[in-house]
């Protein structure tokens, strides 16, 4: 790190440049005076970096922490550090034009009334999403509430939908409970807890909403005009999501980025899980994006971090993002190709000097070392070829025989402490960890294992390891502290296809308790004219859907006839009051007895 151009002030002019005015007091409220968004609290980033964090961490935390109202250029402006991400705004002739509209419902509504405090009260007459994170359209309703997006053009990447509702339904308990930590949302913000994500300050805690979009963009050259604007699309399909958009507004001579160029090295796997991402294809887009828009900016912009101004500098800031992500690809395959696994991948690989030099190529985010490892699984799996590696033990099975290998938990405390003295912080943390899944109620070793996860968090680099290191550490000492966005809303809801609805009955059904039952339910969803026939056998409940006017060419022991909105309120405990049965209901009661209801907040560092 030593050789990080520190002297290098040109982010913090440009993460300051344009600036308008900040939201005073930069707290955002809900309704009942809950706080879902506090910058004041990052207060304290504006000292010299303490011995509790690693220099060049607290350097991005300092620049992501810049809340306010900001020119881009002339009628393009954007609201930073209201969340997470950034909302931008364009002007057009009878109004305005807004891109990702944050998190929350209320940071969203708080970022456009500063926007109209300073720029005047015009009436939002589009909307784009720019790709399908929750951080990019769950504050939608902030900026149309109900009854004022008729005639409003909703414009989003094909595939946004189904991609922004689904990574919900599947893993969306494990993901929150893991997203906890990535964000350490249940940290102390503080020079010791919580000083940022790298990606942006923090995120916000509000009412996710979700307003569907009513334009799809599904190719790139594709061009629209809203409000006057005219916009250029180029899409990017696979890279930071699966589907995502960067777009040129060439009469503003500004190019939008997106989450495919940010002031750091992004994810290609996210800690708190994902489907691993195409290093490959994201690099080929960027080289793509800087052949096709070429000539044709002054300034880039994206839905985090703070702009790049100069043609020539953009393409610079774009070249050296392409590059990262095809050299992270291109050597991970090459070692992979010859022998080295995932791990030792990791540890081999290095940057070149101008990427490893450049601080948007820093691993504030991503990491190089998870990111390595994240290609590896994409074409080989978990699995690294050896058989030892094969059928382990699980964690708990084989912790145990560790300690016993070691001469029993005391022997094995006294030989992590050992690491620790020695400076090895990496095993003495696999075995104290050890240690601690062979008895949970072992308190000195969890002190001591807390003790070193606080090390391991304050030198970080990354944004996202210090969180989980820090998080770790916390729960180690008080227990789960559990804080979770509430994703239960109605509009949310609305969005999953029936099919969706009732894979997140499936996912949940308890299997060996259901082995032996056998029975069928269809769902005769009238307003979508479709017939869902559910079948459970063998403890799985399997779905399929055919036109509703085809009869069926068995009878089910139970039908329902119902509307969707119907459909959400049975699945939400509602009774079948309104809904046509035939046959059996004592099915469905039977079906729903299989249920169960995930644990939101599992143990993560302890059994």
Known sequence: ???????????????????????????VKSADGRVVYDNDAYGFLEGDC????????????QLCAKQGLFEVTEGIYQVRSL?????????GDRGIVVIDPLISAETAAAALALYREHRGDRPVTGMIYTHSHGDHFGGSRGILPHGTEEGVPILAPEGFLEHAVSENVYAGGAMGRRGGFM??????????GQIGT???????????????????ITHTGQEETVDGVRIVFQTTPGTEAPAEMNFLFPDRRALCMAENATHNLHNILTLRGAVVRDARIWAHYLDEAIEYFDGRYDVAFASHHWPTWGHDDVVAFLSTQRDLYAYLHDQTL?????????PEIAEEIRLPPALENSWHARG???????????????????????PAHLWEHPPVEIAKRYVEVAGGAAEALAKARGYVEAGDLRFAVTLLNHIVFADPSDGDAKHTLAGVYDTLGRGAENATWRNFFLTAAQELRRGVVFNLVDLNNPEMAMALTTGMLIDT???????????????????????????????????????????????????AGLTLTLTKPQLLGILAGKPLDGVHTDGDPALLERLFSYVTEPDKAFPVVTP
């Open 1 to 27: 790190m030593g050789t990080l151009p520190f002297e290098d002030t040109t982010d913090f002019e440009n993460a300051g440049r344009g600036f308008i005015a900040a939201l005073v007091p930069g707290v």
């Open 50 to 61: 303490p011995h509790t964090a690693n220099p060049s961490l607290w350097r991005q935390a």
């Open 505 to 555: 009955i499936a996912i949940r059904i308890d299997g060996p308790k259901a082995w032996d039952d056998d029975l069928v339910v269809d769902l005769a969803v009238t307003d979508e004219q479709r017939r869902h026939r559910l079948t459970l056998h063998n403890g799985a409940l399997t779905h399929r859907d055919t036109p509703l006017d085809r009869a069926p060419k068995t009878s």
């Open 83 to 91: 969340d997470i991400s950034n909302m931008t705004i364009v002007e």
């Open 183 to 192: 964000y350490g949302t249940a940290l102390p913000v503080g020079p010791e």
């Open 364 to 386: 504030y985010y991503g990491s190089v070392s998870h990111n390595v490892k994240a290609i590896y699984q994409r074409y080989l799996g978990w699995f690294d070829g050896n």
């Open 198 to 216: 790298g990606l942006g300050t923090a995120t916000s805690t509000g009412t996710i909403t979700l307003v569907p979009p009513t334009m799809d």
């Open 334 to 342: 090459r070692m992979m190709n010859e022998g080295l696994t995932g």
